[in-house]
């Protein structure tokens, strides 16, 4: 666990000190669980953003996409069930005054258990060597067993009691399992209550005529509202989907492990409009091509698992999370939710409007079902930086810091450092920044010996570094080092922009998706 502590510290560290995340207004000590994106930050979400975006939209004939408000017209929030149902239950200490939501208390608890669970298994796995069978092994011991039991009957008694509003018997959970206070170790609780997450304000100027607004929680409903206008106005035929990235907000109880649980985020949502019946099929082809694009990435299989889910929202006629390795554990990336026709049905009772399709070939109208697929464009990077940053040590025992980004997502493709600061290789160094700078972000760096300079970068994840020496002056030719190697080729200066473009354009790793 400390080793977990310890690289997320150094994260949140890295990400700071080389211009990606900041805290909110810092100066001011900062904004609980709100996060600034510095220069570098900024074009390693773009990236992130784009590459998403290309391979929902730009690659998919049938898929569209859009650009809603945030402020959406109050009734949106009441049809979506948001006013009445998108809560959390909270509990309060009442001696250390700190607040926590009481499910995720129940559930930190289990994960303890989870903990004793894998340090058994470490044990027998290392007195039994290579005989070591895990799957009897935890099917068997008796000690693991009641471990197992223990959670399980834990948890679908917390998901039943919230399932049927009973917080009364969740409350009764917290104390028989005598959860005390993280911090101050207190079991002195307040009652459990619900709360709701979405973040209220006003339009207009006078009291009077002011009308109560929520900033949204959700992309996904600016999505359904549009549905009959991008369907007539794009010609659309179902199978199809409209896209969007956008900030959603919501007033999280306890928003913690840095930008995985913010206030404000932003999403990248699509839903997917099809012919009621078949829900299924579309849930395992959403299911499939959302894994293969986060697989294109390279940020290994075993990082990656689904998690279906067994209570499923109102909503919902089945729901899966894409969850990732993050240094704090495997936690959820993306939700992948088959929505019926739910959505749409409320918003034509809601707004009295008919929001149909009308099927030529089965000449008859229908309300769509809806399969979404909705990941946190914040978790995604904290995803690809945490995967990415290693220490690595070299075969002349020294470590370097080396952010291993993906090329394609790396804020900077190429640094261009000429060797020294005269005899003409600067001037010559700034011509090639010139040329290059039309197709990719370079950065031109001339302080310090060139190995630190290469050190800077590969901390920064710049996949190149070009030098530029006096041997340029004679033939034209530059060194170019690859980052994640180290390795460095001499090429012609002409070559450059090809042998980066190779690298790092979406299409060479969007293929992977094929
Ligand atoms: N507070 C948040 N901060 C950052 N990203 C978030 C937050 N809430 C949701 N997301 C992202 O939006 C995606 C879709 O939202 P959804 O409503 O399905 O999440 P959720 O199931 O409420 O997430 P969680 O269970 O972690 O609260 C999530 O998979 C996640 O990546």
Same mark, same amino acid.
């Given at each position: &666990?400390?080793?977990?502590?310890?690289?997320?510290?150094?994260?949140?560290?890295?990400?700071?000190?080389?211009?990606? =995340?900041?805290?909110?207004?810092?100066?001011?000590?900062?904004?609980?669980?709100?996060?600034?994106?510095?220069? !570098?930050?900024?074009?390693?979400?773009?990236?992130?953003?784009?590459?998403?975006?290309?391979?929902?939209?730009?690659?998919?004939? !049938?898929?569209?996409?859009?650009?809603?408000?945030?402020?959406?017209?109050?009734?949106?929030?009441? /049809?979506?069930?948001?006013? @009445?149902?998108?809560?959390?239950?909270?509990?309060?200490?009442?001696?250390?005054?700190?607040?926590?939501?009481?499910?995720?208390?129940?559930?930190?608890?289990?994960?303890?258990?989870?903990?004793?669970?894998?340090?058994?298994?470490?044990?027998?796995?290392?007195?039994?060597? %290579?005989?070591?069978?895990?799957?009897?092994?935890?099917?068997?011991?008796?000690?693991? *067993?009641?471990?197992?039991?223990?959670? !399980?009957?834990?948890?679908?008694?917390? /998901?039943?009691?919230?399932?049927?509003?009973?917080?009364?018997?969740?409350? #009764?959970?917290?104390?028989?399992?005598?959860?005390?206070?993280?911090?101050?170790?207190?079991?002195?609780?307040?009652? =459990?209550?619900?709360?709701?997450?979405? $973040?209220?304000?006003?339009?207009? #100027?006078?009291?009077?005529?002011?009308? %109560?607004?929520?900033?949204?929680?959700?992309?996904?409903?600016?999505?359904?509202? !549009?549905?009959?206008? *991008?369907?007539?106005?794009?010609?659309?035929?179902?199978?199809?989907?409209?896209?969007?990235?956008?900030?959603?907000?919501?007033?999280?109880? *306890?928003?913690?492990?840095?930008?995985?649980?913010?206030?404000?985020?932003?999403?990248?949502?699509?839903? +997917?409009?099809?012919?009621?019946?078949?829900?299924?099929?579309?849930?395992?082809?959403?299911?499939?091509?959302?894994?293969?694009?986060?697989?294109?990435?390279?940020?290994?299989?075993?990082?990656?698992? $689904?998690?279906?889910?067994?209570?499923?929202?109102?909503?919902?006629?089945?729901?899966?999370?894409?969850?990732?390795?993050?240094?704090?554990?495997?936690?959820?990336?993306?939700?992948?939710?088959?929505?019926?026709?739910?959505?749409?049905?409320?918003?034509?009772?809601?707004?009295?409007?008919?929001?149909?399709?009308? @099927?030529?070939?089965?000449?008859?109208?229908?309300?769509?079902?809806?399969?979404?697929?909705?990941?946190?464009? %914040?978790?995604? +990077?904290?995803?690809?930086?945490?995967?990415?940053?290693?220490?690595?040590?070299?075969?002349?025992?020294?470590?370097?810091?080396?952010?291993?980004?993906?090329?394609?997502?790396?804020?900077?493709?190429?640094?261009?450092?000429?060797?020294?600061?005269?005899?003409?290789?600067?001037?010559?160094?700034?011509?090639?920044?010139?040329?290059?700078?039309?197709?990719?972000?370079?950065?031109?760096?001339?302080?310090?010996?060139?190995?630190?300079?290469?050190?800077?970068? %590969?901390?920064?994840?710049?996949?190149?570094?070009?030098?530029?020496?006096?041997?340029?002056?004679?033939?034209?030719? *530059?060194?170019?080092?690859?980052?994640?190697? &180290?390795?460095?080729?001499?090429?012609?200066?002409?070559?450059?922009?090809?042998?980066?473009?190779?690298?790092?354009?979406?299409?060479?790793?969007?293929?992977?998706?094929?």
């Amino acid at each position: &666990m400390a080793n977990q502590d310890d690289q997320f510290k150094k994260v949140v560290s890295h990400a700071k000190e080389y211009g990606y =995340v900041f805290q909110s207004s810092e100066i001011y000590d900062g904004l609980s669980a709100v996060y600034d994106y510095a220069q !570098n930050g900024a074009e390693l979400k773009k990236n992130i953003r784009d590459y998403w975006w290309k391979a929902m939209v730009q690659m998919n004939e !049938n898929i569209v996409g859009i650009d809603a408000a945030i402020f959406m017209h109050p009734t949106t929030w009441k /049809a979506s069930g948001h006013v @009445d149902a998108f809560n959390d239950p909270l509990i309060d200490n009442k001696d250390s005054k700190k607040r926590y939501r009481a499910d995720v208390l129940i559930e930190d608890y289990c994960a303890k258990i989870e903990a004793k669970i894998d340090k058994e298994v470490a044990k027998a796995e290392k007195r039994f060597g %290579d005989a070591f069978n895990k799957e009897e092994f935890v099917s068997t011991n008796g000690r693991v *067993v009641g471990y197992q039991e223990k959670i !399980n009957t834990t948890l679908s008694r917390m /998901a039943k009691s919230l399932e049927n509003e009973d917080l009364a018997d969740v409350k #009764a959970l917290i104390e028989e399992l005598e959860i005390a206070d993280p911090l101050t170790g207190s079991r002195n609780w307040t009652d =459990v209550k619900q709360f709701n997450l979405m $973040f209220g304000t006003k339009l207009g #100027a006078s009291a009077e005529s002011a009308m %109560d607004l929520y900033l949204r929680p959700e992309t996904a409903q600016g999505i359904f509202v !549009n549905f009959l206008n *991008v369907q007539k106005t794009g010609r659309m035929k179902i199978p199809f989907g409209i896209a969007q990235t956008g900030k959603a907000f919501r007033n999280e109880i *306890v928003a913690r492990q840095f930008i995985f649980r913010m206030r404000e985020f932003e999403q990248m949502e699509m839903q +997917f409009f099809i012919k009621p019946g078949t829900q299924k099929e579309w849930f395992e082809h959403w299911k499939e091509t959302r894994m293969k694009w986060h697989l294109s990435l390279g940020m290994g299989q075993y990082n990656y698992r $689904f998690h279906d889910h067994e209570k499923l929202a109102h909503y919902a006629d089945a729901a899966t999370d894409i969850e990732f390795k993050f240094p704090f554990g495997f936690k959820e990336l993306e939700g992948i939710h088959s929505r019926t026709d739910f959505d749409l049905k409320q918003h034509e009772e809601f707004s009295g409007k008919k929001l149909q399709y009308f @099927d030529h070939e089965e000449n008859k109208s229908y309300t769509p079902y809806v399969l979404e697929t909705s990941i946190g464009l %914040d978790r995604m +990077f904290l995803a690809v930086f945490s995967n990415a940053l290693v220490e690595e040590e070299l075969e002349n025992g020294t470590t370097r810091t080396v952010l291993k980004l993906p090329s394609v997502l790396a804020p900077v493709k190429a640094a261009i450092l000429p060797l020294v600061k005269k005899d003409g290789l600067p001037e010559v160094a700034r011509q090639i920044v010139e040329d290059l700078k039309w197709d990719f972000n370079v950065d031109y760096d001339e302080k310090d010996a060139v190995g630190r300079r290469y050190r800077r970068q %590969d901390a920064n994840g710049t996949p190149f570094c070009i030098t530029v020496d006096h041997d340029t002056l004679e033939d034209n030719t *530059v060194t170019i080092r690859h980052r994640d190697s &180290m390795e460095q080729e001499r090429v012609k200066i002409e070559d450059l922009r090809n042998i980066i473009k190779q690298e790092v354009d979406v299409r060479t790793w969007l293929m992977k998706m094929k």
